[in-house]
């Protein structure tokens, strides 16, 4: 989400010898674009950390699959598959670990064709490269028709083992400002036995904002990784915004900007109305803005020492529901 966000957690998974995938979707970070990091400056910025180990953090990309990016609006799918696999083969070169092929933007009717193409080229360019593959569905809540695809994916995915090791499918949790996602341990528990029946770990996304508990009731029903972002980038924001305020220090500039974007319109719910509670929602968005850059320089160099213990906070509620399970 930031640069803060990544030393953090790398920071994090060195003091607690915790394994993270570092995951950053086509808008975040590209090699010609993002919103957070090109993808030459993601893996400088990872590897140049001294709490950077290859043992215990994989540097991944997250829904590499057409129209994932704002960028590919508007052009045809020969194009934006074309826009997927120059994103791939940057990745591969930059040394990545592992792409999320996920298709689920396309017509039904072509995405095995088109996901068939991104694994074959990916592989050719690195016979050792590690897949994820799938889709959180998250606009969808019929998880029963889910689980049906499921079948069709996991026969599809076997074409593509042992490389493939992820497989992502919905199971009631949706991010937005909170989790306002219901999770269905009962849809999770089949989901998850016929993946790992077939020889694959499962993925869930939209994992955020999860208690120690909440963890747990994954685990215990299956899950094997989870995806987190948004809420950290939205500590940063927060934290932003308190230490402006607690400082003295103009934090209305930042403020409007991140309004400005509109951006909040896709990580609020409708009965979210208050501005604060918009721009924490989608301030990520705007951290390389001049605003934010202004807004940080005012804070000065402890604004990392007090951002730390917030992500830290956070972050523990999802090793330490890992570690309760190792108990059970």
């Not at 730390?308 to 509620?317: G, K, Q, T, Y």
Request: with cysteine.
């Amino acid at each position: 989400m930031s640069p803060e966000v990544v030393d953090l957690c790398l920071e994090y998974s060195h003091l607690h010898n915790f394994p993270i995938m570092i995951i950053a979707s086509r808008n975040q970070v590209d090699h010609d674009s993002g919103y957070a990091f090109t993808t030459l400056g993601l893996t400088s910025h990872i590897r140049n950390n001294s709490y950077y180990s290859p043992d215990r953090v994989l540097v991944c990309r997250d829904h590499c699959g057409p129209y994932f990016s704002d960028l590919d609006q508007g052009l045809d799918l020969q194009e934006v598959t074309g826009r997927c696999i120059e994103t791939m083969l940057a990745d591969i070169e930059l040394g990545f670990d592992l792409i999320h092929i996920d298709v689920s933007k396309i017509n039904p009717g072509v995405q095995e064709q088109i996901a068939t193409t991104l694994f074959r080229v990916a592989i050719a360019a690195n016979p050792n490269i590690m897949f994820e593959f799938g889709s959180e569905d998250n606009d969808s809540e019929n998880l029963v028709d889910s689980l049906a695809r499921l079948h069709v994916q996991l026969k599809f995915a076997e074409a593509f083992s042992p490389n493939l090791k992820f497989i992502v499918s919905p199971t009631g949790s949706l991010t937005k400002h909170r989790q306002v996602g219901q999770f269905n341990p009962d849809m999770a528990r089949e989901a998850t036995k016929l993946v790992h029946d077939a020889g694959f770990l499962f993925k869930e996304h939209n994992a955020d904002y999860l208690t120690r508990y909440g963890v747990e009731m994954r685990i215990v029903n299956g899950i094997d990784a989870l995806n987190v972002a948004p809420q950290l980038g939205c500590i940063q924001t927060a934290m932003m915004i308190k230490l402006g305020k607690d400082l003295g220090i103009p934090y209305y500039d930042f403020e409007n900007y991140v309004l400005s974007q509109d951006y909040w319109k896709r990580w609020t719910t409708p009965e979210v109305i208050d501005p604060i509670s918009r721009v924490i929602s989608a301030g990520h968005y705007s951290f390389n803005s001049i605003q934010a850059t202004n807004l940080r320089a005012a804070i000065g160099d402890s604004f990392i020492d007090h951002l730390r213990p917030a992500v830290f906070s956070a972050l523990d509620e999802y090793r330490l529901g890992l570690k309760t399970n190792e108990n059970i």
